[in-house]
C-alpha cells in the first residue's frame, strides 16, 4: 500500500503539480520564470560549483532517459564488461562532480552573507533534494554493483508503466530503501519545479537560433563642451 502511495501515485501528483502550476506560474508571473541569479552578489564560487554541476547532471539524466528510452540499445552498451566498466566508471566521476558542485552551492548560500540573504525556504528545499539525490544515486552506484544494468529490469519497466497510466509499483518492490528513496525524491524534485528557481530549465532561449537579429541602439549621452 505505501509502495503504491509513493510510487503508484506521487508520481502523477508531482508531475501534475509540475505541469499545472508551472503553466499558472508562466502566464501570471513570468517575470519570476528565471534562474533569479546571484552571480552579481558572489560570482567565483558559482562558477565552480554551477558549471560542473550542470555539465555531470546533463550527461547523468541522458543517461537515464536513454536507458528508459531505448531498453535494447543499453543493453547492448552494457553487455560488454569493458563497456560496463568505462561507462559505470564514468558514471561514478561525473557523480561525485555534482556531489562535490552541489556542496559548494550549498557552502556558498550559507557561508556568503549577501547570497544567504537573498535565499529562499524553497531555495533551501531544492538544494537538499538535489543533494539527497546525487548523495543517494552515488551511494547506490558504489555499492549496489551494476546499476546500469539492474536499471533495466526495475527502474524502466516501472518508469514505462507510469508512462502507460498503469502503475506497476512491484517492479520496485524488492530493491533496497536507499534505491527508493532515489526513486521518490526524483518525483519530489519535479513537484518543486515549478515553485522554484529550477523553472529555468525549460527556459533555455533556443529560440534565439531562429528568431530575425535584433539592432541593438545604444543610447550615449554625448558630451558637450
Ligand atoms: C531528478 C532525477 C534524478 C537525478 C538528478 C539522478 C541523479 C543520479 C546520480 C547523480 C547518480 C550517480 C551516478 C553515478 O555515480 O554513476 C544516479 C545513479 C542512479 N540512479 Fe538516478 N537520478 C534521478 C532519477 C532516478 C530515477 C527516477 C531512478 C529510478 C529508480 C534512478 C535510478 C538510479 C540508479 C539505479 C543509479 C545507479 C547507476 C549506476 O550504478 O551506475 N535515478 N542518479
Do not use: C
Amino acid at each position: 500500500m505505501t509502495d503504491m502511495i509513493l510510487f503508484g501515485v506521487f508520481p502523477y501528483v508531482a508531475v501534475a503539480l509540475m505541469i499545472g502550476v508551472g503553466i499558472y506560474r508562466y502566464f501570471v508571473d513570468r517575470y519570476s520564470w528565471s534562474s533569479q541569479s546571484s552571480q552579481f552578489l558572489e560570482s567565483r564560487v558559482l562558477f565552480w560549483g554551477s558549471v560542473p554541476w550542470h555539465y555531470a547532471i546533463l550527461i547523468i539524466l541522458m543517461a537515464h532517459f536513454l536507458a528508459f528510452l531505448i531498453p535494447s540499445g543499453w543493453a547492448v552498451v552494457v553487455g560488454s564488461p569493458l563497456r560496463l566498466y568505462l561507462l559505470e566508471v564514468t558514471g561514478l566521476a561525473l557523480g561525485i562532480s555534482t556531489l562535490i558542485a552541489v556542496a559548494l552551492l550549498i557552502f556558498r548560500r550559507i557561508g556568503n552573507a549577501r547570497v544567504s540573504a537573498v535565499t529562499t525556504v524553497v531555495d533551501w528545499l531544492v538544494l537538499l533534494a538535489l543533494l539527497l539525490q546525487v548523495a543517494t544515486g552515488v551511494y547506490i552506484a558504489f555499492t549496489l554493483r551494476w546499476g546500469s544494468v539492474w536499471y533495466l529490469h526495475t527502474a524502466t519497466p516501472w518508469l514505462w508503466s507510469l508512462f502507460k497510466l498503469d502503475p506497476q509499483v512491484h517492479y520496485l518492490a524488492a530493491l533496497p530503501a536507499v534505491v527508493k528513496l532515489h526513486a521518490f525524491n526524483a518525483f519530489l524534485i519535479l513537484a518543486l519545479f515549478p515553485f522554484s528557481r529550477l523553472v529555468h530549465v525549460v527556459s533555455v532561449p533556443l529560440t534565439y537560433l531562429s528568431r530575425p537579429y535584433q539592432v541593438v541602439v545604444w543610447y550615449r549621452q554625448r558630451r558637450t563642451g
